[in-house]
């Protein structure tokens, strides 16, 4: 190591060109920052547009799903700069955090093995289609089913280790902070002052004075805020009981056998699911068994927590901690991602999707969300990531 130092030294030019990639990376983190807002509209309508190419331009799919792809990791990258901008602020300045932040956020300062794995689970998720279509295009059928079954596995893995790490407390999705306010709103807007110079000071009107001068001592007083003004204000300082707990105690510890195999249950179902898919997938028919399984796998961890909740946590579903609601309440929603998979689709939602779009052709407006839902069937029909939800 020490002979490329001194190699890199007597080489003119070298050391210097080593040195821009580092600087060209503070450059680009510095003008994220500055320009939050506008890179978040930018990759915000990048994203749109990756939305609708893959169905309406199937020969193009590959090109956009990775364009899709690149845009979510880019993302995840502009989120731990502001991240650390917001940081960097002053406590009074930094925004209030969510319950969802405050919990991720712990886990990432306190482990750096957590952050690693976390943000391991999030890049394969934000690939994990395009990997699908290019195996499908590579090797057919079985590679797909194999690409698919060794990213659930991956993925099963490296949820198994966050429950370990968080002393078997529930997953949460996404398992990192996510993005809160722009930093630039936080700080005081800068005044030109040559302009300043330039406008000549008009006096104000007494209609115009929105303070109030003491008679005695001539000081002035600012005129008070209107009554809706004061509400807001004081509704958005209200801390709730779930704002002054620690962030360890935002989720409930699973120290139960029944809580654990819960979520044990609840993690591994992807890997069962696609394990029986792949097993099944020479059928001409898609077989009921690969959905019927999947489903009451996840069901089932979904009621052995609840009731795991009623026995164990005071209060039982009430005693629950508004993080935990919310990720119950989205893991109930997941559910309904069912009736897009496997047999049932191919047999029901198919069906009744293809009456729907039947039925909203040559209508006003409405022709264009048939023309949507028809563009989308064919990533339905053809790809497992496209439904998936974990």
Known sequence: MDRLKQASQRVPGVSEALALP???????????????????????????????????????????????????????????????????????????????????????????????????LQMIQYVELLI?????RRGGSKSRWRAVVLLEAVKALCRLLLLRLTNSRPLLSPPLPEREVDPRTLEEPKVDEEFLEEVEPRPASPSEDLGWSMPRTGLTLPKLPSTSDISSYLLSKVLTADDIKPPLTLLHRATTTQGQ?????????????????????GEKKQSWRPWLLGFSIEYGARQLAKKDFQERVAGGLRGLTG??????????????????????????????????????????????????????????DSYYFSTATM
């Open 22 to 120: 580092p600087k060209w990376m503070n450059v680009y983190g510095d003008f994220v920052t500055k320009n939050a807002s506008s890179v978040s509209q930018i990759e915000s309508a990048l994203r749109s547009l990756t939305y609708i190419i893959p169905g309406r331009f199937r020969e193009s799919e590959l090109a956009s799903e990775s364009l899709h792809s690149g845009i979510q990791l880019l993302s995840l990258y502009h989120d731990s700069l502001l991240s650390r901008a917001i940081a960097r602020l002053p406590p009074a300045q930094r925004p209030h955090p969510t319950s969802h932040n405050r919990y991720t956020r712990y886990w990432t300062a306190s482990s750096p093995l957590y952050t690693r794995l976390a943000q391991a």
């Open 132 to 136: 699908e279509m290019a195996a499908t």
């Open 261 to 281: 195999m819960a979520e044990i249950l609840y993690i591994l179902r992807p890997v069962i699911y696609a394990l029986a898919m792949q097993h099944y997938s």
């Open 323 to 380: 993080l935990e609601r919310e990720e119950l309440r989205r893991r109930g929603w997941a559910l309904a991602w069912w009736g897009m998979r496997g047999a049932f689709y191919e047999n029901v939602t198919r069906a009744w999707l293809s009456s729907l779009t039947g039925k909203l052709r040559n209508k006003p407006l409405l022709d264009m969300l048939g023309g949507i839902i028809e563009d989308y069937e064919y990533l339905w």
